[in-house]
Antibody, heavy 116, light 112 residues
Framework: EVHLVESGGGLVQPGGSLRLSCAAS????????MHWVRQAPGGGLVWVSQ????????SYADSVRGRFTISRDNAKNTLYLQMDSLRADDTAVYYC?????????WGQGTLVIVSS | DIVMTQSPDSLAVSLGERATINCKSS????????????LLWYQQKPGQPPRLLIY???TRESGVPDRFSGSGSGTDFTLTINSLQAEDVAVYYC?????????FGQGTKLEI
């Protein structure tokens, strides 16, 4: 059974940094592109970033490019999202997801609150 | 960027009736390599992650009741829920996986 467990969320001041982690199990992590999406309180789903199987190719939404960095450690079956220069509008639940054969599976999410 | 526009924003349907949600993409999401539309539908209930219902525009995910169906191609897609049940109250999203940024529709709130 596929499991994705996000962690690392919390309260951070504007301008601060946070690193999210996503522990994967139940599938061959190194064979799948992985993604992050987010959802602001009361808002819709917004795609944030993706990373190729070996980590060599990445893509970002315009709103986070230059501030967020996606990475992965295939030996640890873990996906990361390094978030720097955080702003109030980055406040959201962040979900990691596995893309496979046209499908997505999403974890339970971790809440990030950017506030002073 | 591909803009995904859902209609309506909200919908009230009686139990046992049919609900229809539309999704229009600003450009085609047809993947030429496999001739499939990279379009997904999700159901999301409060406090829960999105649950995949439909992928490749019309393929039902394992475990999803057959009252849920997806149709459409190119730029116009539809999610149909037949014989609406109380547990179907949720927000529904379409999502294109054709090209980054992999944009979502704004969501449709389904109520009884």
């Amino acid at each position: 059974e596929v499991h994705l467990v996000e962690s690392g969320g919390g309260l951070v001041q504007p301008g601060g940094s946070l690193r999210l982690s996503c522990a994967a199990s139940g599938f061959t992590f190194s064979s799948h592109w992985m993604h992050w999406v987010r959802q602001a309180p009361g808002g819709g789903l917004v795609w944030v970033s993706q990373i190729e199987t070996d980590g060599t190719r990445t893509s970002y939404a315009d709103s986070v490019r230059g501030r967020f960095t996606i990475s992965r450690d295939n030996a640890k079956n873990t996906l990361y999202l390094q978030m720097d220069s955080l702003r109030a509008d980055d406040t959201a639940v962040y979900y990691c997801g596995r893309f496979a054969s046209g499908t997505f599976f999403w974890g339970q999410g971790t809440l990030v609150i950017v506030s002073s | 960027d591909i803009v995904m526009t859902q209609s309506p924003d909200s919908l009230a349907v009686s139990l046992g009736e049919r609900a229809t949600i539309n999704c229009k993409s600003s450009q085609s999401v047809l993947n030429s390599s496999n001739n499939k539309n990279c379009l997904l539908w999700y159901q999301q209930k409060p406090g829960q992650p999105p649950r995949l219902l439909i992928y490749w525009a019309s393929t039902r995910e394992s475990g999803v009741p057959d009252r849920f169906s997806g149709s459409g191609s190119g730029t116009d897609f539809t999610l149909t829920i037949n014989s609406l049940q109380a547990e179907d109250v949720a927000v529904y999203y379409c999502h294109q996986c054709y090209s980054p940024p992999y944009t979502f529709g704004q969501g449709t709130k389904l109520e009884i």
